[in-house]
Every structure is written in structure tokens, then in C-alpha cells.
């Protein structure tokens, strides 16, 4: 299992063959336990067995007819005969049918399974993944994966195996009615033109791989611009993101033109095998029917015979292209199982057992690329009900302690203690039911606010979404809204405000009700008037809750029980606010400093108020 993150351009990567893409894909076709999909797989093949018999007795019924009416004395209709014909022609187009439907079933689960298979790998890798990873190319080799599966479980059961066993019954039929050289001639022009199919298309498979790898370069360029539309917009910078785009599908362009140019030349040369296969053949019973060995009966089977292999066989080679390129695409998608899972539970880890919720950093140290440690040796003690708080400049580790407290990452020495039960010794999934946070950024769901707000606790009733909103004070923001709670927040929240996205997020871990908060620069986004309302509301909501605070503005943080002041991965200093005025420190500096920078605010402020009131 590999842990580096999946890169959509990445061509270096290795490459799965296709007996292994296969061994991927079959445990969706054939799941254990699942024994209606079993006996609908096996229903399949024995519609695809009496489909084909049906269809090369067609010519058979076909000769007998035409050899009756050929008779000088023939007298009546061969109405049999015709029959027999008209029966098998319908069977044939039958048992296919009941094949499509039997199947329906089988393909489109294993499409459900196998996306949901990838989509649950996705939500269990690491958070280093998901920072490396590129969107659009990866959401495209998932949506080409998923297409691929469909494709090559209709085209391989429906298609592949019905003509190879149609090959066998027409060779079988024309070497016992005719002679070994009628059914060598037949056999022979397939291997022939299955060899070179297989090996054009093989050859084209690069051509298909560098259109593949450019689409995703094109696909994630534009979604990314499309991410940053208001960056993109404030810049003016709309013609560079077109010339940018325009540029790799300049090379998408090349490499399709090219695939389009090898796939006329696979075609014409299908053509040509094809055509002097059915020139020899003809030829033989023509010659045959001139020394009255055969007659105008077996003229037309033949003839019919060779018809009806021309259709399958012209359609092999868009088969085989098919399933290679469904292999590529397939490859791609399956590649993502491969990454491995950074963090994972340890067997049968119990769930955290939150008693008072008291949490121990015990000399922490990690790195997210070890030439640049994070956190050196940090240890604190948050005790039951506590506000422990953290500050520090940008990239001094603040944000990475809340990571870490996540188990977004393991630490690299040291461990994390939540009532003394070591975080890696429980499960993931109960250690972040038990954590409520609110993000310095806040990315909310394409979906209503309602939504959004009952995402952290599922199920919860309106009047327990009602409440949690109003302990955020946002609740007059959405009854002024004109839908309500029923209004779309638009990709990402982009249709709130910073400082509305940041209440939903407070409204939504007020709802969760975990016994440990985390607050990273919660009211960030807030003017200074809705921030001391909100901190009074988080004041509240911490209460016999054990809380870290991430924070930039100090004067958020005056009542926390402990300060920590961490500077280039160390705690510098630690104290409450008052001890650590009286320090004189690193704290005392930046109180300082940001009490001037607020004096100067509010005087330039009221500058404006005054002149905007002459």
C-alpha cells in the first residue's frame, strides 16, 4: 500500500495490468453472500448460451428452406422449414432480451458498490491526501471509473463471450456440413483479424492514456478557476485562466486527433481481413456448387455465415477497444484503493470513554514534512472544564494542536490523553463525535441552512436547530431571509457573508452538544460588536465543557484558565492573562500591540463618523 497522495497527472505511478484491475473488479460482480446477483449472473450466461445456438441455427433453417424450393418437383411450401426459421430468428432476440434484463441488476450494482467502495476509501484517508489532492481530476477519474465497469460487464458478457462461442458453433457447423477447410478458412480469418486488433489497439493505448491524462489536467484547471471565481474576477485575470485552459486542451487536442487517426487505420485494416475472408469463402462454394457438390442452399449458408460473423467481428474490435481503454479508466479509479490509510484504528479499538473530559499533551513533537517540525516536545494538561488557550504568529503550531487533537495526524513522539485513554487506542469515529469545533474557515454544503445546521447532529428537530441558532445569534439573520431556514447557502457558503458562515458554524457545534469544544479563531470573521455577543454565548456554551481556544485577537481569550503562547513549535510562555502581563513576554508585547492597533481603529473610525456627519 502507497501513502503518497494521488496525483491524476502522475503518469510514473505503476501500473496495474489488467488481470489485476479484473481481480479488483470481481468481487463486485460475483459478492459473497449475495446469492440473488449470483443467480442472475448465472441466469445471464445461460441466455447468452441459447441466444447464440439460436442464431447459428438461423442459417441452417435458412439452407433447408432455400435447398426445398430449389427441388424441380417441389410441390408445397416447406412451411416447416420456414417455421423453424421464423422460431429461432425470434429466440434468439428472446433469450438476448431476458440476458439485458436478468443482468440490469448486476451491472448497475456493481457500479453502487464499487464507487462506494472508492468513496469510503476517500473519507478514510488521511488529511495529507485531501491537502495534495486535485479536485477535478480526481472526481473525473472517479465518474470515467464508474462508466468503464458498466461498459465492460455489458460489453465482455454480452458481446465478448456470445461471439467467441458463436466463432466456435459456426467453425463446428461449417467443418461437419462442408468439409475442414471450409471451418479452417472461417477460423483462421478470425485469429487473423483478432491479432491484429489486439495488437493496433495495444499500440493505440498510449494515444488513450495521454488524452486521459490531459483531460484531467484541462478538467481540474477549470474547476480550480471555477473555485476561485471572486480571486479570479478581482484580478481581472479571466483571459490568463482561458489561455491557461486553452492551452492544455491545445495538447488534448493533438492526442485526440491522433487516437481518432489510429482507430480509421484499426478499421480499415478490420475491413480488409475481413473482406478477403469472405472472398475465399465464397469463392470455395461457388466452385463447389459448379461441380454440384453443393448446392444454392449451402451457397447462402455460407454466404449467411460469414454475414452474420462480419457483425460480431467488426464489432470485436470496438469490443476490444472498448475493454482496454474501460481497463485504462478502471485503472485509474482503482489506483485510488491503493493509497494507503495514513491513520487507522487499531484491531477491535473500543470507543473513548469521555469521563470528565481532561486532555494531556505529553512532550508532542511532529512534523508534516520532517525537514520542518511543527510542535518540539509540547506538553499541557487541560483539566475537566477548562479553557486552555493558544497564540502564537502565523505558523507557530497553533492550528496543527487541534489537527492532532482531531487525529487528522499522529504525533511523531509523544502521545495525546483524553481521560487517560491514549487517542490512537480508540476509534476515530468516537474520539470526533466527542470533539464539537468551530473552524477558522468555515465551508458549509451546497444545501439549505437547515441542512447545514442538522449536519451536526442528524435527526435533530426544529426546535433543537431553532434553539442552537438563536445561542449563536443568527437566528434574526435567517428569519429575515425570505425562505428561511429553507434557503441554499450556494457551493461552499459562498452566499453568506464571512462572519454568517462562521455563526452557522458556532449554531452547529452548539447542536452537536460534544464535551470538548474547539474554538480556532471562531470570531475571526466578526466585527468587533458581534464577536463580545458571541463570546458571551461560547462563554455559556463552554461551561463544564472542557474548550481550547485557537486565537489571533487576544482580547477574546482574557477569562481562559490557561494561555499558552507557543513560538516556533515551543510553548514560550504559559500563565493566565494577568500573569503573563506581568511577564512582560512575548504576550505582553502582542497585547500591546494589538490594543494600539485598536485605539488607532477606533479613532480613525470616529474620524469618518465625524465627517461623515458634517
Not at 498510449?206 to 488524452?211: D, L, M, N, P, T
Amino acid at each position: 500500500m502507497r501513502n503518497a497522495a494521488f496525483s491524476p497527472d502522475a503518469d510514473t505511478r505503476r501500473q496495474r495490468s489488467d488481470w489485476q484491475v479484473i481481480k479488483t473488479l470481481l468481487p463486485f460482480l460475483w459478492p459473497k453472500g449475495d446469492l440473488d446477483i449470483k443467480l442472475r449472473v448465472v441466469t445471464a450466461m445461460a441466455c447468452i448460451a441459447l441466444a447464440k445456438i439460436a442464431t447459428v441455427l438461423i442459417p441452417v433453417y435458412l439452407k433447408n428452406s432455400v435447398d426445398a424450393l430449389s427441388l424441380e418437383d417441389t410441390v408445397a411450401i416447406p412451411l416447416g422449414m420456414i417455421l423453424a426459421y421464423g422460431l429461432v430468428r425470434f429466440l434468439s432476440q428472446f433469450f438476448a432480451q431476458i440476458r439485458d434484463a436478468v443482468f440490469a441488476k448486476v451491472g448497475v450494482r456493481a457500479v453502487r458498490r464499487s464507487a462506494g467502495a472508492v468513496l469510503a476509501h476517500l473519507h478514510r484517508l488521511s488529511l495529507r491526501f485531501h491537502l495534495d489532492r486535485r479536485t477535478g481530476g480526481l472526481t473525473r477519474s472517479i465518474e470515467r471509473g464508474m462508466a468503464a465497469i458498466d461498459n465492460l460487464v455489458s460489453i465482455t458478457l454480452f458481446n465478448l463471450a456470445p461471439t467467441l462461442l458463436e466463432v466456435l458453433l459456426v467453425f463446428g457447423i461449417l467443418w461437419k456440413v462442408f468439409n475442414f477447410t471450409f471451418g479452417a478458412v472461417a477460423l483462421v480469418t478470425v485469429m487473423i483479424y483478432v491479432a491484429f486488433t489486439v495488437l493496433t489497439t495495444e499500440w493505440r493505448l498510449k494515444f488513450r492514456r495521454e488524452s486521459n491524462l490531459l483531460d484531467n489536467k484541462a478538467n481540474t484547471r477549470a474547476i480550480d478557476s471555477l473555485l476561485n471565481y471572486e480571486t479570479v474576477k478581482t484580478y481581472g485575470n479571466e483571459a490568463l485562466e482561458l489561455a491557461e485552459y486553452d492551452r492544455v486542451m491545445e495538447k488534448y487536442e493533438t492526442a485526440a486527433v491522433r487516437n481518432q487517426a489510429s482507430l480509421s487505420l484499426l478499421n480499415v485494416g478490420q475491413g480488409v481481413i475481413i473482406s478477403i475472408g469472405a472472398v475465399i469463402l465464397m469463392a470455395m462454394a461457388a466452385q463447389g456448387r459448379i461441380n454440384r457438390t453443393m448446392t444454392v442452399g449451402d451457397f447462402i449458408l455460407v454466404n449467411t455465415y460469414m454475414l452474420q460473423l462480419a457483425q460480431p467481428l467488426n464489432f470485436f474490435g470496438f469490443v476490444y477497444r472498448n475493454i482496454k481503454q474501460a481497463m485504462v479508466d478502471l485503472e485509474k479509479m482503482f489506483e485510488l484503493l491503493d493509497v494507503g490509510e495514513e491513520i487507522k484504528d487499531k484491531p477491535n479499538a473500543p470507543p473513548l470513554d469521555i469521563k470528565g473530559g481532561e486532555i494531556r499533551f505529553e512532550n508532542v513533537s511532529f512534523a508534516y514534512d520532517p525537514r520542518r517540525p511543527i510542535l518540539k516536545d509540547v506538553s499541557f494538561t487541560a483539566a475537566p472544564g477548562q479553557m486552555i488557550a493558544f497564540v502564537g504568529a502565523t505558523g507557530s503550531g497553533k492550528s496543527t494542536v487541534g489537527r492532532l487533537l482531531f487525529r487528522y495526524y499522529d504525533v511523531n513522539t509523544g502521545r495525546i490523553v483524553i481521560d487517560g485513554q491514549d487517542i490512537r487506542d480508540v476509534t476515530q469515529d468516537s474520539l470526533r463525535r466527542s470533539i464539537g469545533i468551530v473552524p477558522q474557515d468555515t465551508v458549509l454544503f451546497n444545501d439549505t441552512i437547515r441542512y447545514n445546521l442538522a449536519y451536526a447532529k442528524i435527526g435533530a428537530s426544529d426546535d433543537e436547530i431553532a434553539k442552537a441558532a438563536q445561542l449563536a445569534h443568527i437566528d434574526d439573520f435567517i428569519a429575515s431571509l425570505p425562505d428561511g431556514y429553507s434557503t441554499t447557502v450556494g457551493e461552499r457558503g459562498l452566499k453568506l457573508s464571512g462572519g454568517e458562515k462562521q455563526r452557522v458554524a458556532i449554531a452547529r457545534v452548539i447542536l452537536k452538544g460534544s464535551p470538548i469544544l474547539l474554538f480556532d479563531e471562531a470570531t475571526s470573521a466578526l466585527d468587533t460588536h458581534t464577536e463580545k455577543e458571541i463570546q458571551a454565548n461560547l462563554r455559556e456554551v463552554s461551561v463544564g465543557r472542557t474548550t481550547l481556544v485557537i486565537a489571533h485577537r487576544l482580547s477574546t481569550i482574557i477569562d481562559a484558565d490557561q494561555i499558552l503562547v507557543i513560538d516556533q513549535g515551543i510553548i514560550a510562555e504559559r500563565g493566565t492573562h494577568t500573569e503573563l502581563l506581568q511577564k512582560g513576554g512575548l504576550y505582553a508585547a502582542a497585547w500591546e500591540k494589538q490594543q494600539r492597533s485598536q485605539a488607532l481603529a477606533e479613532e480613525t473610525g470616529n474620524g469618518f463618523a465625524a465627517k461623515a456627519a458634517e
